[in-house]
């Protein structure tokens, strides 16, 4: 139907480069994209291989793409950012910046030359990705005051957490909150309450390390997220920003404090959530003690038998743990009351009695059982698709909780008892209801509306 010289004219008039790859990376062919708007002139490429055109890095990711088009047999959907600087022997035409593409590749039904083959479709999808960026932007920064929000907080810690368990660094927290802000809200105004948290924002921003996480958490609270931070390195820094904050000189001539509670983070056996309430304790603390202080959770006491145990961080219910189903909630909240009446009788082990420990514990599990029956009627209501295996979370804490208490009869020990309602209080509320259940709180709130 079509002449070669057709042919030809139809592929150079291809809007998107494609190339023709065998499966060592050589360039077979290259035709179209010739609009030098939106790409740059491969047509030197034929002939070479993408391992001597491209740095290493790229060049090893390109030739897995193209292995797994090839064992996939099946159209191979990737995106992908190239700069200038990654390609070898590019004249000055063409975009300067990075260019972020979306490669469809797929395997050729025969072979070039004796080797496997695709075809690589390259479509510049730069706009598009500079809008998704600017959009993600958005969704995780703080309007007012530029800082980044806890939904970005979230996923920069699931992050650090994996770096530090892998490499065994420290992370510690701080959270701190304007002394006394709702007096300045009422009295100076909210327009001169929201210049006070920019200045804030601001001012911290300059105490703290460019590897610091600075999040405005909500009102006028605020986190910091430091990697490579012990608790000594935490404390040393809330009081940086204590000392930064008393002496700056706020709107209308304001004097302004805060107070700070900082914790370390045991990323090995305890959520973010639990070191956000350790720090959150501490935080009380110094609100307690007289405000415009740092206060430190410490992170161990001696148990009866004068062994090293980790201290049960006392729960503080706040609203950012709201799921905002009524029920679930209100039970949630129960649950963390109980833990705080569990957790007065830990604060001194010495004066508790062993049946005082066994009867706090039992009473806070039958608690504790009776919700999870009320959670997952709840969720198989609303046909929570996570439903089967969140209740074989819920029968393995069960089960953990019923092998250490028979293990308890069996030794009767005041220390056994201890580390028994601390796994209650760290790992069955805590750690479960602080992170496993977030799961399921978006189809929580869509069963509600």
């Known amino acids: 139907m079509f002449s070669l010289t057709q042919l030809t004219a139809i592929f150079a008039a291809l809007p998107d480069p494609v190339f023709v790859l065998t499966r060592g990376g050589r360039y077979v062919a290259v035709l179209g994209g010739a609009d030098t708007r939106y790409y740059h002139d491969g047509s030197f490429l034929v002939g070479q291989t993408i391992s001597e055109v491209l740095m290493p890095e790229k060049a090893g990711w390109f030739l897995d793409q193209i292995a797994q088009a090839l064992q996939s047999g099946k159209l191979h959907v990737i995106e992908y950012g190239l700069a200038s600087d990654d390609v070898k022997g590019l004249t000055s035409e063409g975009p300067q910046q990075t260019i972020w593409f979306e490669g469809r590749v797929q395997a050729l039904p025969f072979a070039i030359e004796g080797e496997e083959a695709v075809v690589w479709v390259a479509s510049n999808i730069t706009a598009r990705h500079e809008l998704e960026l600017q959009l993600r932007r958005q969704s995780e920064t703080d309007a007012l005051t530029g800082l980044c ?14 770096r530090a368990q892998r490499y065994g660094h420290p992370i510690s927290l701080l959270i701190f909150d304007v002394d006394h802000f709702k007096s300045i809200n009422d009295g100076c105004g909210h327009e001169i309450g929201d ?9 911290v921003k300059g105490c703290t390390r460019d590897s610091d996480l600075l999040t405005r958490w909500g009102g006028d609270e605020f986190t910091v997220l430091m990697p490579h931070a012990d608790i000594e390195h935490a404390t040393e820094a809330a009081e940086k920003i204590r000392s930064a904050i008393a002496r700056e000189l706020f709107v209308d001539g ?21 070191a956000l309430a350790k720090a959150d304790e501490a935080l009380y603390r ?11 959770h410490y992170p161990e006491v001696r148990d009866v038998d004068g062994n090293a145990e980790l201290r049960v961080v006392r729960l503080l219910w706040r609203r950012h743990f709201e799921s905002g189903h009524g029920l679930i909630d209100a039970q949630h909240r129960q649950l963390f009351e109980s833990v705080d009446q569990l957790q007065s009788l830990l604060a001194d082990p010495a004066a508790v009695s062993l049946e005082q420990l066994r009867f706090a514990v039992d009473r806070l599990m039958a608690d504790v059982t009776s919700h999870f029956t009320s959670e997952e009627q709840v969720l198989g209501a609303l046909a929570w698709p996570g439903l089967a295996a969140h209740q074989a979370d819920h029968q393995r804490l069960l089960g953990e909780v019923a092998a250490r208490r028979a293990a308890l009869e069996q030794t009767p020990e005041a220390g056994h008892a201890l580390r028994l309602a601390r796994f209650v209080v760290v790992e069955v509320v805590a750690n479960h209801m602080l992170q496993a259940d977030r799961q399921f709180y978006p189809w929580l709130r869509q069963g509600e509306a």
């Not at 210049?195 to 001012?203: I, W």
């Not at 805060?258 to 973010?272: K, L, T």
């Not at 110094?286 to 430190?296: C, F, P, Q, T, V």
Request: aromatic content about 4%; charged content about 25%.
């Open 254 to 274: 304001l004097q302004i404090s805060v107070s700070i509670g900082a914790a370390q983070w045991q990323v090995s056996r305890e959520s973010v959530e639990l």
């Open 149 to 162: 929000n806890r939904r970005h907080f979230e996923q920069v810690a699931a992050t650090e957490c994996e």
């Open 286 to 296: 110094a609100k307690a003690l007289g405000r415009n202080r740092a206060e430190i």
């Open 195 to 203: 210049r006070v948290l920019q200045q804030v924002a601001l001012a």
